[in-house]
């Protein structure tokens, strides 16, 4: 327990949406470096502590309200993070540090009532939906070999087959959260503060995020 803290000014709270595959991760980490390491919260990290609506499909129905999905461990970072309190990454049990500027890359830009206070700025990645599913796609394949050869000829059946699973699993999975998804990339960009071109390289994508802090900085 840390029994002694120096004062800490509140930090600012950016949080990164988008559609599933629109590339938050990568965003959220070039954006950190640029941002003094700002640590990052990551809402799929905190999965094991996800409290989901008991019927999805009635949930997403009455329009996938995110206040019906609660994370409290992450609020409980977030809030130790704002209080200048180190916390431990749920995922790979990492150190994450307070400073200046808190991520936060979270689907329903940050409109959980839990968090919803103690978010300064929402950005949302704009990315079309076809775009992200290819994306997800070469996750889950070997599309660097793939590349540089232009086949898969020569891969062992073992490889072959894992590959497939993998693909099965994912696209399983993809269509029955797909309404999920869908409903609340919609909410989130409609909420954002700042909605920037996904399309673009990611150091574009980073600086047009910081032009738009320090333009709301001057209003």
């Known amino acids: 327990m840390i029994e002694d803290h120096t004062p800490f000014s509140k930090p600012t709270v950016i ?17 950190s470096q ?8 990551i809402f799929d990290h905190y999965e094991k502590y996800i409290e989901w609506p008991q019927d999805m499909n009635q949930w997403m129905r009455d ?27 749920p995922f790979d049990g990492k150190m994450i540090s307070p400073a200046k500027y808190v ?13 919803r206070e103690m978010i300064d700025l929402v950005v949302y ?11 997800l796609v070469e996750r889950v394949i070997d599309m660097d070999g793939w590349k540089s050869k232009g086949t898969f000829e020569g891969e062992t059946k073992e490889d072959l087959a894992r590959q497939l699973n993998s693909i099965a699993l994912w696209i399983t ?11 609340g990339s919609q909410m989130a960009q409609q909420k954002a503060d700042i909605v920037v071109d996904g399309l673009k390289t990611v150091e574009e994508i980073v600086e ?11 209003k």
């Not at 640029?34 to 919260?41: S, T």
């Not at 991520?103 to 968090?115: A, D, K, R």
């Open 103 to 115: 991520l936060l890359e979270e689907p329903s830009g940050g409109q959980m009532t839990e968090i």
């Open 208 to 218: 047009d995020i910081l032009n738009g802090i320090k333009i709301r900085r001057t």
């Open 125 to 135: 990645i704009d990315v079309p939906q076809d775009v992200c599913v290819t994306r």
């Open 15 to 31: 949080v990164i949406a988008g559609y599933v595959g629109s590339g938050k991760s990568t965003i959220a980490a070039s954006l």
């Open 34 to 41: 640029r941002l003094e390491n700002a640590p990052v919260l």
């Open 63 to 89: 329009g996938a309200d995110p206040n019906q999905i609660r994370v409290p461990k992450m609020k409980e970072d977030l809030l130790s993070l704002l209080q200048g309190i180190p916390v431990i990454d």
């Open 173 to 183: 999975h993809y269509q029955q959260s797909r309404p999920m998804y869908m409903l």
